[in-house]
């Protein structure tokens, strides 16, 4: 079965610092999609990055970029120049044939 | 907006009531998913559709969840006799074309339950 694991259940950065959320996952699927999605206090989800199985460059928004690493199945999400606006729950997700999303990583940034 | 819409946002019920919620995807998507998000944890897939049919439901789903897209546009998901298990956050999300391995999700805001 597909699984999303997020080790970190709550972490916490200075504004203007890097931090770095960490996600693994398992599928048996050669194809396949992996997203971070951001979730602040109240309010909807919305997608931070996402990375195709089988491009090698690592996804890059701005500030936000992942590690991937196909073979080790890890997917991490690193902020840079950490704002306050990114304080949030953080949750990785994979997709084959079906979504699945880990238990979310609670991030605090802190004045 | 044209982003994804649900209402009600809230809805605070009795346990053994029946209770309807209601999707608006983006305009032009044809992928429409329903998700479950209980405190401190991740969502969980329901069901999608892509267009009116239903193409896809989990485990999850018990026979006292049914939902509906009857002409392809909104969704609503029906929760009959209502149960404290219940309580959760019901989220909806919309997809363009495209096959189901390459979709990015737009989620809604979601509709809280609370079960009495």
């Known amino acids: 079965a597909q699984t999303v694991t997020q080790s970190q259940p709550e972490m916490s950065v200075q504004e203007a610092e890097t931090v770095t959320l960490s996600c693994t996952y398992d599928?048996?699927?050669?194809?396949?999609?992996l997203f971070w999605y951001k979730q602040p206090p109240s309010r909807q989800m919305i997608l931070v990055i996402r990375?195709?199985?089988?491009?090698?460059q690592n996804a890059t928004e701005n500030r936000f970029s992942v590690n991937f690493q196909k073979a080790a199945k890890s997917f991490s999400l690193k902020i840079s120049d950490s704002q306050l606006g990114d304080t949030a729950m953080y949750f990785c997700?994979?997709?084959?044939?079906?979504?699945?999303f880990g238990a979310g990583t609670r991030l605090t940034v802190k004045p | 907006d044209t982003g994804v819409s649900q209402n009600p946002r809230h809805k605070i019920t009795k346990r053994g009531q029946n209770v309807t919620f209601r999707c608006d995807p983006i305009?032009?998507?044809?992928?429409l998913y329903w998700y479950r998000q209980t405190l401190g944890q991740g969502p969980e897939f329901l069901t999608y559709?892509?267009?009116?049919?239903?193409?896809?439901k989990s485990r999850l789903l018990s026979d006292r969840f049914s939902a509906e897209r009857p002409k392809g546009s909104f969704s609503t998901l029906e929760i009959q006799r209502t149960e404290q298990g219940d309580s959760a956050m019901y989220l909806c999300?919309?997809?363009?074309?495209?096959?189901?391995?390459?979709?990015?999700?737009?989620f809604g805001p979601g509709t809280r339950l609370t079960v009495l």
């Open positions: 999300a919309s997809s363009p074309k495209g096959g189901m391995s390459t979709d990015t999700q737009y």
């Open positions: 997700a994979s997709l084959d044939n079906d979504m699945r």
């Open positions: 559709f892509q267009n009116e049919a239903q193409l896809e």
């Open positions: 990375q195709e199985a089988y491009k090698q």
């Open positions: 305009s032009e998507h044809n992928r």
């Open positions: 599928t048996s699927e050669s194809n396949y999609y």
